[in-house]
Antibody
Framework: QVQLQESGPGLVKPSETLSLTCTVSGALITSDYWSWIRQPPGKGLEWIGNIFDSWNTNYNLSLKSRVTMSIDTSKNQFSLRLSSVVVADTAVYYC?????????????????WGQGTPVTVSS | SYELTQPPSVSVSPGQTARITCSGDSLPVQFAYWYQQKPGQAPVLVISKDSGTSSGIPGRFSGSKSGTTATLTISGVQPEDEADYYCQSADNSGTYPVVFGGGTKLTVL
């Protein structure tokens, strides 16, 4: 059974960098695409980006200038860094798996999700 | 930008059929996926590749697509089906590889 677990600070100050890590169990992180998705309070889902390996990343155009994703195969983890955060970045952040065959062909979807971690941007 | 359009809300009585639509210009050439999200929980994949029911999802959930519109159908709605439903797809240029619809709140009266 594939399981994902997000971890990281729940409070970040404006202009600082949000950093989250997703630990994957039950699957090799080298086998599929891995995404971050967020949901502001009371709003819908927004895809942030995905990573396959250190050379293959895709980011939402609206966030691309502030997003960096990385992967640590030794720990079966992948991470998100979102710089220069503002109040509007307050959200529940989910990590999720995208099957390789579909994500590599441009039709990504998400079959396993973490439980989500709330992040508040506030001074 | 690329958008997927869903109705904000749909209401049905128990036992009736609920249909939730999702419109997008690239849907004729891109798969549609559907997720169910209950309060305080992560989304769950219910329909993949337009019409495939995901593992563990009741058979009353089905998906279809015609032209630029994908439809999630829930036949014989149960009270536990009350949730938010999101469609997800991609544009056909590769510029927007993952896009979610705005979500539809299904209310079981």
């Amino acid at each position: 059974q594939v399981q994902l677990q997000e971890s990281g600070p729940g409070l970040v100050k404006p202009s600082e960098t949000l950093s989250l890590t997703c630990t994957v169990s039950g699957a090799l992180i080298t086998s599929d695409y891995w995404s971050w998705i967020r949901q502001p309070p009371g709003k819908g889902l927004e895809w942030i980006g995905n990573i396959f390996d250190s050379w293959n990343t895709n980011y939402n155009l609206s966030l691309k200038s502030r997003v960096t994703m990385s992967i640590d195969t030794s720990k079966n983890q992948f991470s998100l860094r979102l710089s220069s955060v503002v109040v509007a970045d307050t959200a529940v952040y989910y990590c999720a798996r995208g099957p390789y065959d579909f994500c590599s062909a441009g039709s990504c979807y998400f079959d396993y999700w973490g439980q989500g971690t709330p992040v508040t941007v506030s001074s | 930008s690329y958008e997927l359009t869903q109705p904000p809300s749909v209401s049905v009585s128990p036992g009736q059929t609920a249909r939730i639509t999702c419109s997008g210009d690239s849907l004729p050439v891109q798969f549609a996926y559907w997720y169910q999200q209950k309060p305080g929980q992560a989304p769950v994949l219910v329909i993949s590749k337009d019409s495939g029911t995901s593992s563990g999802i009741p058979g009353r959930f089905s998906g279809s697509k015609s032209g630029t519109t994908a439809t999630l159908t829930i036949s014989g709605v149960q009270p536990e089906d009350e949730a938010d439903y999101y469609c997800q797809s991609a544009d056909n240029s590769g510029t927007y590889p993952v896009v979610f619809g705005g979500g539809t709140k299904l209310t079981v009266l």
